[in-house]
Nanobody, 119 residues
Framework: QVQLVESGGGLVQLGGSLRLSCAASGSFFKIPSMGWYRQAPGRQRELVAQIPNGGSPNYSDSVKGRFTISRDNAKNTVYLQMNSLKAEDTAVYYC?????????????WGQGTQVTVSS
């Protein structure tokens, strides 16, 4: 059973920083892609950042220059360093991964972690 377990959300002041972590556990062959999505109240879930295995990350325009995604393949973990946080970054952040457990890859989601930026 593959699971994604997130940590690191919370309450932070405007302009502050937070670091999210997401670890994949279970039995699988490889993780072609890991990333983060977010969903604010009343809005659709949107991509924040994504990093392919061995490839370059990509970011939504709204977080470019402020957020950094990275992954540690030895730990099957993806990180999201969030700096210069704005009120509009407030959302539930979901870890997302494409994981290959057999022949075909499947998408997996974490349970979500709340990030609240206060003024």
């Amino acid at each position: 059973q593959v699971q994604l377990v997130e940590s690191g959300g919370g309450l932070v002041q405007l302009g502050g920083s937070l670091r999210l972590s997401c670890a994949a556990s279970g039995s699988f062959f490889k993780i072609p892609s890991m990333g983060w999505y977010r969903q604010a109240p009343g809005r659709q879930r949107e991509l924040v950042a994504q990093i392919p295995n061995g490839g370059s990350p990509n970011y939504s325009d709204s977080v470019k220059g402020r957020f950094t995604i990275s992954r540690d393949n030895a730990k099957n973990t993806v990180y999201l360093q969030m700096n210069s946080l704005k009120a509009e970054d407030t959302a539930v952040y979901y870890c997302h991964a494409v994981i290959q457990t057999s022949i075909l890859p499947y998408e997996y989601w974490g349970q979500g972690t709340q990030v609240t930026v206060s003024s």
